[in-house]
């Protein structure tokens, strides 16, 4: 099983920039593809991005394609999301999970961050 603990997410103004962190406990973490999530409020959870065990291949929604960039370090079991040019449609709590090669959710979610982008 492994654990997932969501860092890094804050207040930003519209055009700027967040990292968020997401550390997970657990043996297997290099062996899981990961992914990125986000819940706005009033909408279902939707997928962000997902990277392979590897970090080598990489998948992104259409809407942040461009913009955000996610990559893991297996020796740190982290996984990272970079947020350029942030909307204020951003403003979500982010989640981060193993995903299967269909980039579905696996296990439990983590509390998740909080992500604010004003206008």
């Known amino acids: 099983q492994v654990q997932l603990v969501e860092s890094g997410g804050g207040l930003v103004q519209a055009g700027g920039s967040l990292r968020l962190s997401c550390a997970a406990s657990?043996?297997?973490?290099?062996?899981?593809?990961m992914g990125w999530f986000r819940q706005a409020p009033g909408k279902e959870r939707e997928f962000v991005a997902a990277?392979?065990?590897?970090?080598?291949?990489?998948y992104y929604a259409d809407s942040v394609k461009g913009r955000f960039t996610i990559s893991r370090d297996n020796a740190k079991n982290t996984v990272y999301l970079q947020m350029n040019s942030l909307k204020p449609e951003d403003t979500a709590v982010y989640y981060c999970?193993?995903?299967?090669?269909?980039?579905?959710?696996?296990?439990?979610w983590g509390q998740g961050t909080q992500v604010t982008v004003s206008s």
């Open positions: 999970n193993a995903v299967t090669t269909s980039y579905f959710p696996i296990g439990s």
């Open positions: 990277a392979s065990w590897s970090g080598g291949s990489t």
């Open positions: 657990g043996r297997f973490f290099s062996t899981y593809a």
